[in-house]
């Protein structure tokens, strides 16, 4: 079972070695990708070797979704919630992103421990911004409202072109992801993995964990939704989420674990997908040592 990590581990990386540096440091200038297609760039200057430029493009949006100045409902809040003076906006972005951060490290604690926490909150910053409107919808959940001026069914980025659905409710908030897959047998692997995932949830030892269905048809949360964010060719997967699965520090893992589940998905059935290949070369060679009487 893969378990993803909200921060970076390239971009904390940097963090820590430049606050290690002291006030040396050399010129950085570089770019990295992560899954679902984020893009950091990465820039530090010798000139003032404490402060980085960071800039983030985030999944291309699909048409359903909803952005405000190219960024997800609640972004800017919850960056400036995360990181108060350390980081400051620099409105308009750079060109090809859609979030520039000028991060001053001589305004980190001084103390270690809440140093360190901050430079992994910095590294998380994908999950600040993209997790944004779930975190917002899911705390108003936790207190068993709905978000004022929020529309029934809201769709979020996860992925390049791709959306999934949140419908959120007083007492709960169902989240459904069409499930889409290239290859034709990812197809096959990725469908056949999910419904064992459900079935699986099943056990009691799960009782507690949000219920989870799968279905090859749009379910009826969907409905009214355009043809094209419904071209699902795995099926749909449906998560209830109620309160007191966003209970205290519940809600950060359950933000994160549904910010990133079809990536979750995408890496099973990649396991998979090798070992299918691999058997079926296997056989393919072993057949011709074969020898038949």
């Not at 050399?26 to 899954?35: A, K, L, Q, R, S």
């Not at 979750?264 to 990649?270: G, I, P």
């Amino acid at each position: 079972m893969i378990l993803l990590q909200s921060p970076s581990r390239f971009l904390l990386q940097i963090l820590q070695d430049r606050v290690l540096s002291g006030d040396k440091g050399v010129d950085i200038d570089c770019h990295t990708v992560e899954f679902d297609d984020v893009r950091y760039h990465i820039q530090f200057s010798t000139r003032n070797p404490k402060v980085m430029v960071l800039s983030v493009a985030l999944p291309l949006p699909s048409p359903e979704a909803i952005l405000y100045d190219g960024l997800p409902l609640g972004a800017i809040e919850a960056i400036k919630a995360a990181y108060g003076p350390v980081v400051q906006i620099l409105d308009p972005p750079k060109d090809g992103f859609d979030l520039t951060m000028k991060i001053n490290l001589t305004k980190l604690p001084p103390d270690e421990e809440q140093r360190n926490a901050v430079l992994t909150q910095i590294a998380s910053v994908r999950e600040v911004v993209l997790g944004a409107p779930l975190k917002l919808l899911l705390k108003h959940l936790a207190s068993k409202t709905v978000a004022p001026n929020v529309d029934k069914l809201v769709a979020l980025v996860h992925r390049p072109n791709e959306s999934f659905f949140l419908a959120p409710q007083a007492d709960k908030v169902t989240v459904v992801y069409p499930m889409r897959f290239q290859d034709s047998i990812d197809i096959v692997l990725a469908t056949s993995f999910l419904q064992e995932f459900v079935e699986a949830r099943r056990n009691a030892s799960l009782n507690n964990a949000p219920s989870c269905m799968w279905s090859p048809a749009p379910p009826l949360e969907l409905k009214g939704v355009s043809s094209d964010a419904l071209n699902a060719n795995a099926g749909f997967v449906t998560f209830v989420v109620s309160p007191r699965h966003v209970e205290g520090k519940k809600l950060d893992k359950t933000v994160w674990s549904l910010l990133t589940f079809h990536a979750y998905v995408s890496y099973h059935v990649k396991v998979r997908s090798l070992c299918f290949v691999g058997w079926s070369i296997l056989i393919k060679y072993s057949s011709l040592y074969i020898r038949h009487p």
